[in-house]
């Protein structure tokens, strides 16, 4: 998906991000130093296995970090004003509101003992000044948006009664509910069903372009970030090893770690049944013995003793990647 | 929920019946002649032993007079004290508001300090003030009562005067019983025209020190549970969702945390009920509380089985009643199950 | 095993309510042992005209540092012999408690059917009842004394380590190890006792200790009922409620026993909660 050419404004910009958590043994770092930026209106892939530190951004950028977490950040701007991590003022002022975020198991995102509609007015309520009949109203106007039947048998449900699909489009509801300039969705779809998985993603497509929103769109699933984001961002360790727009990172992969999560997908097994599916050797590196030099050497076909003994640095370009001996071309 | 009320039932009266049963073979276990145990030793004749004997059916089997003993029971008779001659069921009667009260108050007590403590310790996790609560109430939880008690009394009545040493109620006021709660009949009509609200004062005063005692330990125990409660739902995903919406801190702890954390305190809250007869037993001995504690514990003292056995009975019949309850309410706070039963 | 016990100290050490605890134990189980050594006096042995001292008096050429009680014997000695019957309690309470417990948990979780409905329901009517009532019940059946007190104390305590076990066999029984036993024609014995019991280990430890603290506080306060150890036995219990009429005159006498009860049973309550958090896998991962 190519992004619209005049939607080129930073949304977001983030410099020099990183978290570590303090533990009884020692600091683990989850995230070295990252920057990336969001433009307005653009979806944001983000790719990674568990532990790359996917969510760790993400829940920094909303302040829902555990409590011994330490945040530094060079630089953060988001929506041309400077915003600081570490204070959950600043962060409560915009969460919700502009920065909206929906999890990856709805069935237990939302408040098992309160209402659906006691959750989608309480949220409707604190950001704006409306009374509880307006804001049933526009509750009933959202879940009709998000095409949830009957909506108002659905505002008296408790969440149990609904099934996981249903359970996401509530939370889709909620999010999109104060019309958020940014939408995080964390895997959003990793709990659901398959089938149900396609009709999520394309109630978010429509929403996003609907409301003009960014959207940081947040999955393991290489096949749905081709179809859905209009630029990725890949993360190993911690870091971003490679970046830059959907097509060009998916035709041709420059750092092997994007090459191996490209070839151990189903999708580029097709054909191929005879053959074992792809799977990269070794495991993402515990973060308390992270290996030398460059995270990824110990698992990379194409490490050299130089990548024992250096970390290599991203590039600048906005087609960037980390690696000493990037893939060619074709 | 039919099927599941029944099945609670089934469950309740198979325990009554077994308790019964203890109770009922508590005097047929104790060293001694079960007859002279239960119309007492003096001035027996061999005539009126005899008759005794047969009046109380202990020429039949086991089972015949447990057979007898529950209908007896079930009619309301537990059986005549020794040393009162009065029905047990009526010196029962007698006593049974006393302990109300001030369990109630104890527990309220508790209750009003143990959950914002919980609370707060929960939410400054890890920090001086965290550790010092749950210093204090593991010493709490260690108390041993009866000591506790007469610390309180050595401090607050001999030492300060502030508060009265023993009983319910200051001597001088003889106010006339309708609910056997002081705190309530003092506030009938007559007497506030005749006395004021000094009676009532006069009340409470009394009951500041009893309720402090018998509430240290439900107030320890409860301000855990607490804590590890709502440490538990904070880390809920609803609980990150909830923040993510944007809402104050205020809301999240009240309104999300609040309602999910109460079931596992509302349970312990319950069970304290239960354990409080306990507490209420060494209290109300320290603080000559005219309750059912204290009851038990002189008709041990002076050998009057036949109080034991039906105070003991009603006791446990009281404490089963009330857990059963606390099942129910259980359900009623949880809607996933309240809904699964209804259908 | 060896590996679990210095592995499980190194926990505790860790945490400092638990070490403390530990360390408090420990000081008073060393008291107990040598209590004839570290006092002059015998807790019976009454000195003519010293009554009711304060703590830290002379009286003739004699020294009380706790001071003595209404008919002239030496506080801090009856302390002392005091902490030897508080133990001993807590210990025949426990192993009462947790043999017999262990034993039907084993046996009511391994077997399950009617044996496991019958064990099962005897548990619950002892649950039924609060633990000094019950206690107070036996009491009356078997007459007040120190040892009827322990019975008593003993049963109150079952329940929890039979539903423990109980769980535990359950949770265990089906998992492959025990199956592979099975197959082998080990028998039952040696399945329960050889693979079964073992697991079981951890949370029998931390209710061993929660059970410690329990035994001694409930046959103090039978004693301080006049239900537990009698007169001249100087027990804890006992003693505060004979000292009780003397409470404004002379405190010390009330408090000093208080303070030993309260200290000995916040030790083992330190180090069962020490302990959990050290045993419970769940807990030692969340933190």
Same mark, same amino acid.
């Given at each position: 998906?190519?992004?619209?050419?005049?939607?080129?404004?930073?949304?977001?910009?983030?410099?020099?991000?990183?978290?570590?958590?303090?533990?009884?043994?020692?600091?683990?770092?989850?995230?070295?130093?990252?920057?990336?930026?969001?433009?307005?209106?653009?979806?944001?892939?983000?790719?990674?296995?568990?532990? =790359?530190?996917?969510?760790?951004?993400?829940?920094?950028?909303?302040?829902?970090?555990?409590?011994?977490?330490?945040?530094?950040?060079?630089?953060?701007?988001?929506?041309?004003?400077?915003?600081?991590?570490?204070?959950?003022?600043?962060?409560?002022?915009?969460?919700?509101?502009?920065?909206?975020?929906?999890?990856?198991?709805?069935?237990?995102?939302?408040?098992?003992?309160?209402?659906?509609?006691?959750?989608?007015?309480?949220?409707?309520?604190?950001?704006?000044?409306?009374?509880?009949?307006?804001?049933?109203?526009?509750?009933?106007?959202?879940?009709?948006?998000?095409?949830?039947?009957?909506?108002?048998?659905?505002?008296?449900?408790?969440?149990?009664?609904?099934?996981?699909?249903?359970?996401?489009?509530?939370?889709?509801?909620?999010?999109?509910?104060?019309?958020?300039?940014?939408?995080?969705?964390?895997?959003?779809?990793?709990?659901?069903?398959?089938?149900?998985?396609?009709?999520?993603?394309?109630?978010?497509?429509?929403?996003?372009?609907?409301?003009?929103?960014?959207?940081?769109?947040?999955?393991?699933?290489?096949?749905?970030?081709?179809?859905?984001?209009?630029?990725?961002?890949?993360?190993?360790?911690?870091?971003?090893?490679?970046?830059?727009?959907?097509?060009?990172?998916?035709?041709?992969?420059?750092?092997?770690?994007?090459?191996?999560?490209?070839?151990?997908?189903?999708?580029?097994?097709?054909?191929?049944?005879?053959?074992?599916?792809?799977?990269?050797?070794?495991?993402?590196?515990?973060?308390?013995?992270?290996?030398?030099?460059?995270?990824?050497?110990?698992?990379?076909?194409?490490?050299?003793?130089?990548?024992?003994?250096?970390?290599?640095?991203?590039?600048?370009?906005?087609?960037?990647?980390?690696?000493?001996?990037?893939?060619?071309?074709? | 929920?039919?099927?599941?009320?029944?099945?609670?039932?089934?469950?309740?009266?198979?325990?009554?019946?077994?308790?019964?049963?203890?109770?009922?073979?508590?005097?047929?276990?104790?060293?001694?002649?079960?007859?002279?145990?239960?119309?007492?030793?003096?001035?027996?004749?061999?005539?009126?032993?005899?008759?005794?004997?047969?009046?109380?059916?202990?020429?039949?089997?086991?089972?015949?007079?447990?057979?007898?003993?529950?209908?007896?029971?079930?009619?309301?008779?537990?059986?005549?004290?020794?040393?009162?001659?009065?029905?047990?069921?009526?010196?029962?009667?007698?006593?049974?508001?006393?302990?109300?009260?001030?369990?109630?108050?104890?527990?309220?007590?508790?209750?009003?300090?143990?959950?914002?403590?919980?609370?707060?310790?929960?939410?400054?996790?890890?920090?001086?003030?965290?550790?010092?609560?749950?210093?204090?109430?593991?010493?709490?939880?260690?108390?041993?009562?009866?000591?506790?008690?007469?610390?309180?009394?050595?401090?607050?009545?001999?030492?300060?005067?502030?508060?009265?040493?023993?009983?319910?109620?200051?001597?001088?006021?003889?106010?006339?019983?309708?609910?056997?709660?002081?705190?309530?009949?003092?506030?009938?009509?007559?007497?506030?025209?005749?006395?004021?609200?000094?009676?009532?004062?006069?009340?409470?005063?009394?009951?500041?020190?009893?309720?402090?005692?018998?509430?240290?330990?439900?107030?320890?125990?409860?301000?855990?549970?607490?804590?590890?409660?709502?440490?538990?739902?904070?880390?809920?995903?609803?609980?990150?969702?909830?923040?993510?919406?944007?809402?104050?801190?205020?809301?999240?702890?009240?309104?999300?945390?609040?309602?999910?954390?109460?079931?596992?305190?509302?349970?312990?809250?319950?069970?304290?009920?239960?354990?409080?007869?306990?507490?209420?037993?060494?209290?109300?001995?320290?603080?000559?509380?005219?309750?059912?504690?204290?009851?038990?514990?002189? =008709?041990?003292?002076?050998?009057?089985?036949?109080?034991?056995?039906?105070?003991?009975?009603?006791?446990?019949?009281?404490?089963?009643?009330?857990?059963?309850?606390?099942?129910?309410?259980?359900?009623?706070?949880?809607?996933?199950?309240?809904?699964?039963?209804?259908? | 095993?060896?590996?679990?016990?210095?592995?499980?100290?190194?926990?505790?050490?860790?945490?400092?309510?638990?070490?403390?605890?530990?360390?408090?134990?420990?000081?008073?189980?060393?008291?107990?042992?040598?209590?004839?050594?570290?006092?002059?006096?015998?807790?019976?042995?009454?000195?003519?005209?010293?009554?009711?001292?304060?703590?830290?008096?002379?009286?003739?050429?004699?020294?009380?540092?706790?001071?003595?009680?209404?008919?002239?014997?030496?506080?801090?000695?009856? &302390?002392?012999?005091?902490?030897?019957?508080?133990?001993?309690?807590?210990?025949?309470?426990?192993?009462?408690?947790? =043999?017999?417990?262990?034993?039907?948990?084993?046996?009511?979780?391994?077997?399950?059917?009617?044996?496991?409905?019958?064990?099962?329901?005897?548990?619950?009517?002892?649950?039924?009842?609060?633990?000094?009532?019950?206690?107070?019940?036996?009491?009356?059946?078997?007459?007040?004394?120190?040892?009827?007190?322990?019975?008593?104390?003993?049963?109150?305590? &079952?329940?929890?380590?039979?539903?423990?076990?109980?769980?535990?066999?359950?949770?265990?029984?089906?998992?492959?190890?025990?199956?592979?036993?099975?197959?082998?024609?080990?028998?039952?014995?040696?399945?329960?006792?050889?693979?079964?019991?073992?697991?079981?280990?951890?949370?029998?430890?931390?209710?061993? =200790?929660?059970?410690?603290?329990?035994?001694?506080?409930?046959?103090?306060?039978?004693?301080?009922?006049?239900?537990?150890?009698?007169?001249?036995?100087?027990?804890?219990?006992?003693?505060?409620?004979?000292?009780?009429?003397?409470?404004?005159?002379?405190?010390?006498?009330?408090?000093?026993?208080?303070?030993?009860?309260?200290?000995?049973?916040?030790?083992?309550?330190?180090?069962?909660?020490? &302990?959990?958090?050290?045993?419970?896998?769940?807990?030692?991962?969340?933190?």
């Amino acid at each position: 998906m190519r992004l619209p050419l005049h939607l080129n404004n930073k949304l977001l910009e983030i410099e020099k991000l990183s978290v570590q958590f303090k533990t009884d043994s020692g600091a683990i770092e989850a995230l070295r130093p990252i920057s990336f930026t969001v433009l307005e209106g653009e979806i944001l892939g983000v790719v990674g296995e568990s532990g =790359s530190g996917k969510s760790v951004t993400n829940l920094a950028l909303m302040g829902l970090l555990p409590a011994n977490a330490q945040i530094t950040a060079q630089k953060v701007v988001f929506n041309k004003n400077p915003l600081n991590l570490n204070s959950q003022k600043d962060l409560r002022a915009i969460r919700g509101s502009q920065i909206a975020m929906i999890f990856q198991d709805p069935m237990t995102a939302l408040n098992p003992s309160l209402t659906v509609g006691y959750q989608m007015i309480e949220t409707l309520r604190c950001h704006f000044d409306i009374s509880k009949k307006v804001a049933e109203h526009r509750s009933l106007a959202l879940l009709k948006r998000v095409g949830i039947s009957n909506p108002e048998a659905r505002l008296k449900s408790y969440p149990f009664e609904l099934s996981g699909g249903m359970s996401q489009r509530v939370m889709i509801a909620m999010a999109i509910s104060c019309h958020p300039k940014l939408l995080i969705a964390d895997e959003p779809t990793t709990a659901l069903d398959v089938t149900i998985q396609k009709q999520i993603l394309d109630l978010l497509l429509d929403l996003q372009k609907e409301n003009k929103m960014s959207m940081i769109f947040v999955s393991h699933d290489l096949a749905l970030i081709k179809k859905y984001a209009h630029r990725v961002q890949v993360m190993y360790a911690g870091e971003i090893v490679e970046g830059g727009n959907t097509e060009e990172v998916i035709k041709t992969p420059r750092h092997p770690y994007t090459f191996g999560l490209l070839k151990a997908r189903p999708s580029a097994h097709e054909g191929k049944m005879k053959e074992p599916l792809y799977a990269i050797p070794g495991v993402v590196p515990s973060l308390r013995e992270r290996p030398s030099g460059c995270q990824f050497h110990p698992r990379c076909f194409r490490a050299t003793e130089l990548c024992k003994k250096q970390a290599p640095l991203l590039t600048t370009a906005a087609r960037n990647f980390a690696c000493h001996h990037p893939l060619e071309i074709l | 929920m039919f099927l599941f009320l029944s099945k609670k039932i089934l469950e309740v009266s198979f325990t009554l019946v077994g308790i019964t049963f203890i109770c009922f073979l508590l005097l047929r276990l104790v060293p001694g002649d079960p007859v002279l145990l239960m119309i007492g030793e003096r001035n027996m004749d061999p005539v009126a032993y005899a008759e005794a004997k047969q009046k109380l059916g202990l020429d039949k089997p086991v089972l015949v007079q447990f057979g007898k003993y529950i209908e007896q029971v079930a009619s309301g008779d537990l059986g005549t004290s020794v040393t009162s001659k009065t029905s047990v069921w009526t010196e029962f009667k007698e006593r049974f508001p006393a302990t109300v009260e001030l369990s109630f108050v104890a527990l309220l007590f508790a209750t009003l300090f143990a959950i914002p403590f919980g609370v707060l310790a929960a939410l400054k996790k890890n920090t001086f003030f965290d550790y010092f609560l749950m210093g204090s109430s593991l010493t709490g939880y260690s108390m041993p009562i009866f000591w506790w008690g007469l610390v309180l009394i050595l401090l607050f009545s001999v030492k300060l005067g502030w508060t009265p040493v023993s009983g319910r109620i200051a001597v001088e006021y003889d106010i006339p019983l309708k609910t056997g709660f002081y705190l309530l009949d003092s506030l009938q009509r007559d007497v506030r025209e005749a006395e004021g609200l000094k009676p009532f004062w006069s009340a409470v005063s009394h009951l500041i020190l009893p309720s402090i005692v018998l509430g240290t330990i439900p107030l320890a125990v409860m301000a855990r549970m607490t804590r590890s409660s709502f440490l538990e739902v904070l880390g809920e995903d609803y609980i990150r969702t909830a923040r993510a919406k944007g809402l104050s801190e205020y809301r999240v702890v009240l309104i999300h945390s609040f309602r999910n954390a109460l079931i596992p305190i509302v349970t312990t809250l319950a069970l304290c009920f239960g354990s409080i007869i306990t507490g209420a037993i060494l209290t109300e001995t320290i603080f000559s509380w005219p309750g059912i504690g204290r009851w038990i514990v002189t =008709s041990i003292t002076s050998r009057d089985y036949p109080t034991i056995q039906g105070g003991v009975l009603i006791i446990s019949v009281i404490i089963i009643i009330t857990n059963t309850l606390v099942d129910l309410l259980y359900i009623y706070l949880n809607p996933r199950i309240k809904n699964a039963l209804l259908k | 095993m060896k590996d679990f016990f210095s592995e499980l100290l190194k926990d505790i050490k860790k945490n400092k309510g638990a070490f403390a605890g530990l360390l408090l134990i420990l000081i008073f189980i060393l008291l107990a042992i040598f209590a004839p050594l570290l006092s002059v006096y015998a807790p019976d042995q009454v000195i003519e005209g010293a009554l009711r001292l304060p703590p830290n008096s002379h009286f003739q050429n004699y020294y009380f540092i706790f001071g003595t009680d209404d008919i002239g014997r030496d506080l801090f000695t009856r &302390l002392l012999y005091g902490s030897r019957i508080s133990l001993l309690v807590g210990l025949s309470v426990v192993v009462l408690a947790a =043999s017999l417990g262990t034993s039907l948990g084993l046996i009511s979780g391994y077997f399950g059917g009617w044996t496991d409905r019958i064990i099962s329901r005897a548990m619950d009517f002892i649950m039924a009842l609060p633990s000094v009532l019950f206690a107070i019940v036996i009491v009356a059946v078997l007459g007040p004394g120190l040892m009827n007190a322990i019975v008593a104390v003993s049963i109150v305590a &079952l329940p929890n380590f039979v539903r423990l076990i109980r769980a535990q066999v359950l949770a265990e029984k089906n998992k492959q190890y025990v199956q592979a036993a099975q197959l082998y024609g080990a028998s039952h014995l040696r399945i329960l006792f050889k693979e079964i019991l073992p697991n079981c280990m951890a949370p029998l430890i931390v209710q061993g =200790s929660l059970g410690f603290s329990d035994g001694i506080l409930n046959c103090a306060a039978l004693g301080f009922l006049g239900l537990g150890a009698q007169a001249p036995t100087p027990e804890w219990g006992t003693m505060l409620s004979d000292a009780r009429s003397f409470l404004e005159s002379s405190p010390w006498m009330v408090n000093l026993p208080g303070l030993c009860i309260l200290t000995v049973v916040l030790s083992f309550n330190l180090l069962g909660d020490g &302990l959990r958090d050290a045993l419970d896998p769940r807990l030692k991962n969340r933190s």
